[in-house]
């Protein structure tokens, strides 16, 4: 089997949501495993780019209010935005932890946090809603707020998040497929392109 | 004939070059004409926005300078890049002078300024280059000169980036369909759906 796809995500953005369904649509008919890794933009964009997070920058960030929904519906993919503003740490931490012994089990989890945060509009923040969500799937509740105070687990996320900064990584949705990377919700046909013609 | 759809541009972005492409061959095959109109990014990105340039943005400068080539290939695009960063003052000028009285020619001169800067590696920043360029099209080149020390070109070029911004057009390539306005070489696909469609 081929490598898999290498997707960068971060739960606060909702073009990562776009590109998490998106990725693994395009993954199944193309005979590919996907392997979600954490990013965090609050370390990438705003401390190593020194960029603003696109809601704060002036007419980008109403642009990217009316193109999310936009470009959801172009997708086929549910989008329901809440209210409040995402805080991503502790779905990123569990996310970590979950991984370093289940990966399947990360993936469903990270998916299931993607859903409600930005299909229906549950805001995903605190610890209480991740332990909660993780509960739903079976996940040990105790453990898991454990696990998001665990020091091993915060460092073992920014070492993940700082060795994607070192790849290169900045946005998100990112992918790489056999060491080429894309970035963007929209290069979707291009990631395509590139591994039914094995690249150019 | 349907409205035609509204293409601005900065000589400055590859990106622009690619969407300049991108758009006509669209607006063909979906029998639109299309109206470009001028953007300076050094006043939208960098003074409205509050933005660095791509290319002095970390992580994000490198990975433009290897997108630009590799979609440019994806489109079926030239491109080859010049050594020197372009400077888009005096062509943009040109352009708004050219436009006023002939949108047909003014249209045929930015898209020849497009093809020396971006597919042949000309340094097309120079008033002399503007103007020679502009000769070879049949442009008085004296006329043209004297049309980029005109303050009433400059105005009119201020007031047209100024109604851009106005507008909430904030990058290049941008395209306004119907009042919808889409950002990027990467959504043709998207203005291509919402034409045919009608929008959603």
Known sequence: MAAPIVFYFDFVSPYGYLG?????RLAATCGRSVEWRPILLGISVMKVMGLKPIAD????????????????????????RCSQPMQPLA?????????????GLAKRFAQAIYQAQWAEACDMSSADAVADLGAGLGIDRAALLAALQ?????????????????????????????G??????????????WIKT???
Chains 1, 2 share one sequence.
């Open 180 to 193: 080429e990377m894309f970035w963007g919700a929209d290069r979707l046909a291009m990631v395509e392109a």
């Open 198 to 200: 094995g690249g150019w």
């Open 57 to 80: 920058t002036p007419l980008k960030g109403d642009y990217a209010q009316h193109d999310v929904p936009r470009s959801a519906q172009f997708m086929g993919i549910a989008f329901n």
């Open 20 to 24: 998490s369904v998106g990725i693994e």
């Open 150 to 178: 665990d020091d091993a687990v915060k460092d073992a996320l920014r070492n993940q998040v700082s060795a994607a900064i070192a790849a290169g990584v900045f946005g998100v949705p990112t992918f790489t497929v056999d």
């Open 91 to 103: 779905a990123a931490r569990a996310f970590v932890w979950l991984n370093a012994g289940d990966p």
